[in-house]
């Protein structure tokens, strides 16, 4: 059975960007959100095996939203996605419980290769 994952960014172009990655590669998408409220929620619901999350989002960012998902599923897999520059987010994603974290814009071996590892 597929790996299900939740793609969450506020930018749709890069929710498909991601999408089309993962399922490219054998990857179950089986949700996508626009901010980190939306995120939580979709976690509640669906229970997917990874979530990508960017850091950098309306209503709720990306690390308030790690720490809701983590929260509520301690064993929550969550990769962080972020622009150049954003170092000092990435390692508060760290730190908050984030497997690992992929830079904008982004490599397709790149961002298999991290699902792969927080999958492990």
């Known amino acids: 059975m597929a790996n299900r994952v939740l793609v969450v960014d506020d930018a749709a172009f890069m929710r498909m960007m ?3 990655i993962l399922t490219k590669n054998g990857y179950e998408v089986v949700g996508e959100a626009a901010d ?3 995120a ?3 976690y509640q619901e669906m229970r997917p095996d990874l979530v ?3 850091i950098t989002m309306p209503e709720m960012d990306g690390i308030e939203a ?3 998902i983590r929260s509520m599923d301690p064993t929550a897999r969550v990769i962080m996605c972020s622009a150049m520059g954003q170092q000092s987010m990435v390692i508060d994603a760290i730190q908050a419980g984030a497997r690992d974290f992929i830079v904008k814009p982004f490599q397709a071996d790149r961002v298999v290769e991290a ?6």
């Not at 699902?115 to 492990?120: H, P, Y």
């Open 18 to 20: 991601i999408k089309d």
């Open 36 to 38: 980190g409220q939306q």
């Open 40 to 42: 939580v929620e979709r």
């Open 52 to 54: 990508t999350l960017d």
């Open 66 to 68: 790690l720490k809701a």
């Open 115 to 120: 699902v792969r590892k927080a999958l492990a």
